[in-house]
């Protein structure tokens, strides 16, 4: 057993303890947010930029809710998004983490801190953010829909703080509890298949939606809605519906269950918390012996080219085997460009053309390609000397990622042909997708040079690290927006080639026209990345090294 861990567990307050932890810990977070954005103006612009996004959307988010306040199924559609709500929270800090260095309790075992002060603290600090104030908007949007009368709006009053608590309440119990699993590697193994069940579930909700609306609209959820409203935290929106229709003993009933989950999600996260404290990591007990090293520069390897070049291309592919951050992104990639066109084939509602979303997924992970070395970056910075070299190291990554992404374009491409048996789609459509390819290799590489980010190691929790968040959103979705504006040319191509009679004959054109710009694209954007890349040098290096 940790001594420290045991202390902090059971020893007498210390005059440290004392001291308001949940202040200080609500300060500790307020300092991490503003030391995050020191110096660098373009970081402060990006998080104030999605910080103004949050609030925008949040507000129209929290009017169109309230326009429901009288409509016969505004109970349903929040009742059901409260649930939602809970979900996302709940699987969120585990598959999406957003670099919240608290999220992490590890990092707090050896400090003489007691469990339920701890929890305490930890949930206050954990209600300052952008995703609670997105929450709160949904939150206050939902009770306006079903509040009516005093009662209602008594109970909307309490309905709002217990909906947040509950949600903090559920992604703090479930990070912590599953903290020691995923900073393990075969955890982290584990957790990429657990994304990729999510990711299928958001696809099996999205296509249950059309067939939803398609079947009557609304209507069909009652019966849900009429169970969900019973199971916490939707029974605290449920709870202000039956005050505003005068049904109080059922209100009563609805809110002693929110505060029964949201103490026994506390009394969990506390027990968790404690068994982290006081209980050594099993994986430090023993190291596994090393295994030797069997394929060497040959074996699987040996079809790469001499040089640099193979080396580069070699050192990629291995982070997607090995690196379980890597790995995680690229299965679920893989899997979700998958599903979403072959699903809606399957459904015969798709598009031959929807195959280009695969070929989308696969090319964001040109995006931040040097974050992925994380400090390591520093033996590739020694290797760079000028244009040439950062020209050869983007080209290798390139031509790694561009080996899988062509036949799997091709594959995702003819199954979606096969299923709508529009065979006469696939070169056009097949084109377009290695058009996309290219334009998101060119935005990649420039996005990589002017907004690079560290993936920090440390933690299973954090994909990105503190202050950085921002940047990274805004060099991923400002590079896909750039993407398609390079892609146009066969965008374009492409409607006109489909929409027009005549030329309806002659789409095979759009193969090799969609070979030709997508290589030329590719080839573009890593020479005009390569000079930043040589001059930023130093920048980028700080900037991946800081996980």
């Given at each position: 057993?940790?001594?420290a ?7 007498p ?7 308001p932890?949940?202040?200080?810990f ?18 402060k ?6 910080l103004?996004f949050?609030l ?8 169109g809710l309230?326009?429901?306040?009288g ?19 709940a699987?969120?800090p585990?598959?999406?983490p ?6 992490d ?6 400090l003489?801190?007691r ?5 305490r603290?930890?949930l ?27 009662a ?8 709002v703080?217990?909906?947040l608590l509950?949600?903090v309440?559920l ?5 912590t ?10 955890g982290?193994?584990?957790?990429v298949?657990?994304g990729?069940?999510?990711a ?8 249950g939606?059309?067939r ?15 169970v969900?409203?019973?199971?916490p935290?939707?029974?605290a929106?449920g ?7 005068g049904a ?8 002693v ?12 996260w506390e027990?968790?918390?404690?068994k982290l404290m ?13 295994r ?6 040959g ?6 080219p ?8 070699q ?14 992104a690229?299965?679920s ?8 066109p ?5 459904q ?14 696969l090319g964001i ?7 992925q070395?994380t ?10 000397t ?11 990554r ?10 799997y374009?091709?594959?995702v ?20 997708s290695?058009a996309v390819v290219g ?11 002017h907004?690079?980010?560290?993936i920090?190691?440390?933690?299973a929790?954090?994909?990105v ?8 959103w ?6 896909m ?18 929409v ?8 095979w054109?759009?193969?090799?026209a969609?070979v ?9 954007g890593?020479?005009?990345?390569a000079?930043?890349?040589f ?5 980028i ?5 800081k996980?």
């Amino acid at each position: 057993m940790s001594a420290a861990g045991t202390l902090a567990a059971t020893a007498p307050v210390s005059s440290a303890a004392e001291v308001p932890l949940t202040g200080l810990f609500v300060r500790l977070k307020l300092s991490l947010l503003r030391n995050g954005l020191k110096g660098s103006s373009k970081r402060k612009a990006v998080w104030i930029a999605n910080l103004v996004f949050c609030l925008v959307v949040g507000f129209f988010a929290t009017l169109g809710l309230s326009f429901l306040h009288g409509h016969q199924h505004a109970a349903t559609v929040v009742v059901l998004l409260a649930a939602l709500m809970a979900l996302a929270w709940a699987v969120m800090p585990l598959f999406f983490p957003s670099g919240d260095e608290t999220l992490d309790p590890s990092r707090l075992v050896m400090l003489p801190l007691r469990p339920r002060p701890l929890v305490r603290a930890l949930l206050a600090s954990s209600l300052v953010g952008i995703g609670p104030l997105f929450s709160l908007c949904l939150a206050v949007g939902s009770v306006v829909a079903v509040a009516r009368g005093a009662a209602g709006a008594v109970a909307a009053v309490v309905a709002v703080p217990l909906l947040l608590l509950v949600f903090v309440a559920l992604a703090r119990a479930v990070a912590t509890a599953n903290v020691r699993l995923l900073s393990s590697r075969k955890g982290r193994d584990l957790a990429v298949l657990s994304g990729l069940l999510i990711a299928v579930g958001a696809q099996a909700v999205n296509f249950g939606g059309q067939r939803l609306f398609q079947a009557g609209g609304l209507t069909q959820l009652e019966p849900a809605e009429a169970v969900v409203r019973w199971l916490p935290p939707a029974t605290a929106v449920g709870m202000v519906d039956s005050a505003g229709r005068g049904a109080y003993g059922t209100a009563a009933a609805q809110l002693v269950l929110t505060l029964a989950a949201l103490a026994g999600l506390l009394w969990f996260w506390e027990r968790s918390l404690t068994k982290l404290m006081v209980t050594p990591d099993g994986s430090t007990l023993a190291a596994a012996a090393p295994r030797k090293e069997r394929d060497g520069a040959g074996g699987v390897w040996s079809f790469l080219p001499d040089g640099r070049t193979g080396a580069v291309m070699q050192r990629t592919l291995r982070y997607v085997v090995r690196d379980p951050k890597t790995k995680s992104a690229w299965v679920s990639a893989l899997a979700v460009g998958a599903i979403v066109p072959v699903f809606n084939a399957l459904q015969g509602t798709g598009s031959v053309y929807l195959a280009c979303f695969g070929a989308g997924m696969l090319g964001i992970q040109m995006y931040n390609q040097f974050g992925q070395d994380t400090s390591a970056f520093w033996m590739v910075a020694q290797t760079i000397t000028g244009p040439r070299d950062a020209y050869e190291e983007l080209r290798a990554r390139a031509a790694a990622l561009a080996l899988i992404a062509v036949p799997y374009s091709a594959l995702v491409t003819a199954v979606t042909a096969a299923l709508l048996g529009d065979w006469s789609g696939f070169p056009a459509a097949l084109g377009l997708s290695l058009a996309v390819v290219g334009a998101m290799l060119f935005t990649g590489a420039l996005a990589s040079a002017h907004f690079p980010y560290s993936i920090p190691t440390d933690g299973a929790f954090k994909n990105v690290a503190p202050g950085q968040g921002g940047l990274a959103w805004m060099g991923i979705f400002g590079g896909m927006v750039a993407s398609v504006v390079v892609s146009a040319p066969v965008i374009v191509l492409t409607v006109v080639f489909t929409v027009s009679d005549g030329l309806h004959g002659l789409r095979w054109i759009l193969l090799p026209a969609g070979v030709v710009w997508g290589t030329l694209s590719a080839w573009a954007g890593l020479r005009l990345a390569a000079p930043t890349v040589f001059r930023k040098l130093p920048e980028i290096l700080t900037a991946v090294s800081k996980g």
